[in-house]
């Protein structure tokens, strides 16, 4: 599947974050910007009433080398290679930790996937100002997100 950098914009302002975007229809350019749109969203990166403000734009390459540029929206905005790259780390980690048993990948892989999820939606839990009792509504509403 394609994937192409997507720029998050408030109307009038600088670029607030840019997304790695993967669909599955390449020449599709309003598909790429309705999902960095929706995880701009997911990200909170603006009030829920200000998400009509943002713009979505096909992100510009310029060259030279890449250096991360405030993002302070750490684990909220992690691209989908970074979540993966974190649980194989953890999941290997964990392995490790259990004396490398045979056979056990995929339990240690769910172990790790389920703490970065909840390291998610904890995230997203505050930042939304710790609504009381809505704990667990973050957390399906994370895993909803990052299972479609």
């Known amino acids: 599947m394609p994937e192409r950098l ?3 914009e408030k109307q009038g302002a600088n670029v607030l974050h840019t997304f790695p975007v993967t669909i ?6 309003e598909a790429f910007k309705r999902k960095a749109l929706e995880a701009a969203g997911h990200a909170k990166l603006v009030p829920n009433e200000e998400l ?7 992100h510009v390459s310029r060259g030279g080398q890449l250096t991360q540029y405030r993002d302070p929206h750490g684990v909220l905005a992690e691209t989908k290679e970074g979540l993966d790259q974190f649980v194989r ?6 392995w490790e930790q259990a004396g490398r048993p045979d056979g056990r990948a995929d339990d240690f892989w769910h172990q790790a996937q389920y703490e970065r999820f909840r390291e998610r939606a904890y995230a997203l839990w505050e930042r939304e100002g710790r609504p009381e009792g809505k704990a667990d509504a973050h957390w399906y509403r994370t895993r909803a997100f990052e299972e479609s």
Request: aromatic share 10%.
């Open 52 to 58: 009509e403000s943002l713009n979505a734009k096909m």
């Open 89 to 94: 780390d953890r999941a290997y980690f964990l």
């Open 6 to 8: 997507v720029d998050v």
């Open 24 to 29: 599955s229809s390449p020449n599709d350019e």
